[in-house]
């Protein structure tokens, strides 16, 4: 299942595992969001950057356009 968020330059979502997707831009890494089961969504940049953790995983991804 690939995803993609409205941000600026488009990341795409990857489920590579349940509870774990990584985004990328153009190809490169661009960070992972990984469910934290019962708590939410942290949400890491490329750089390992924690952006935070979310209620939902749309919310984790939209983090990385602020």
Partial sequence: MTMTSPART???WT??????WV???NGE?????EAQW???FS???RLAKNLGLFATVEEA???FRE
């Fill in 15 to 20: 489920a590579v595992q349940a509870g774990l």
């Fill in 38 to 40: 019962g708590e939410g």
């Fill in 61 to 63: 991804m939209a983090s």
């Fill in 23 to 25: 985004g990328k831009i």
């Fill in 10 to 12: 488009a990341i795409q």
């Fill in 29 to 33: 890494f661009a960070g992972m969001i």
């Fill in 43 to 45: 949400a890491t940049t």
